[in-house]
């Protein structure tokens, strides 16, 4: 009686695992179908998953991208935290170059492949002849020393832009504060100004030939 009853035992288990089995496969089936029916509608959800809302599901999703906006802030900042430390780097080396020989200043530029800033921007300097080149920065220089009334601490009281976020501004259709002058017009330079800030003149002038005139003095063109 023992060994039948243990036998009746043995038999009911083993139905239990083959409808567990049997209900996991039907229920693999059932998601493999649903996944196909909403690749073949274009990822349509069926009425049920419409009506069913998912507090934790969107809870999740919004804190995701919370995240991902805060990471996006972060990455930006850091961004221009490493440039700020590179176009002071630039500077320095740029000043360091400057020597003076019988009264006159004399430098090079520093090595750009030793930067990872782009510099590509300082070639604006090319559309310009010597001559208007000259006349931009004796402008620039005398904004800054009559006009501000500033003596900076660098060797020159100005220098040629460097910072590709103002050099932005040749790429620019809209111009910001230049607005209504093409880039034959436009000349951007730049100094070291109060507490060593460096800031940003942007001179324009009416065509070649005319006199260069300050219209903008601070950290960026859009201001």
Not at 20 to 34: F, P, Y
Not at 65 to 93: I, P, V
Not at 178 to 194: K, L
Request: net charge negative.
């Amino acid at each position: 009686m023992k060994r039948k009853t243990n036998f009746i035992i043995a038999a009911y288990t083993m139905v239990i695992i083959f409808s567990g089995c049997a209900g996991v496969s039907n229920s693999e089936e059932a998601k493999t179908l649903q996944s196909e029916n909403s690749l073949n509608d274009g990822g349509s959800r069926t009425q049920e998953n419409d009506n069913t809302e998912n507090p934790m599901q969107d809870e999740t999703e919004a804190s995701s991208h919370t995240s991902g906006d805060s990471m996006g802030d972060d990455a930006e900042e850091q961004t221009d935290a490493e440039l700020e430390k590179e176009l002071e780097r630039y500077r320095q080396e740029r000043d360091d170059t400057i020597q003076e020989t019988n009264g006159l200043l004399e430098g090079g530029s520093p090595v750009e492949s030793n930067y990872t800033f782009d510099l590509s921007g300082t070639r604006y300097t090319d559309q310009f002849d010597t001559r208007e080149i000259t006349e931009g920065y004796a402008a620039a220089r005398i904004y800054v020393t009559d006009t501000l009334g500033l003596k900076p601490s660098t060797k020159q009281v100005v220098y040629m832009c460097v910072d590709p976020r103002m050099l932005a501004i040749y790429e620019d259709e809209e111009k910001g504060v230049a607005s209504g002058y093409d880039n034959n017009n436009i000349f951007v330079c730049e100094y070291c100004g109060e507490d060593d800030v460096w800031q940003y003149l942007i001179l324009v002038r009416e065509g070649k030939g005319s006199q260069w005139e300050v219209v903008h003095n601070g950290g960026g063109y859009k201001e």
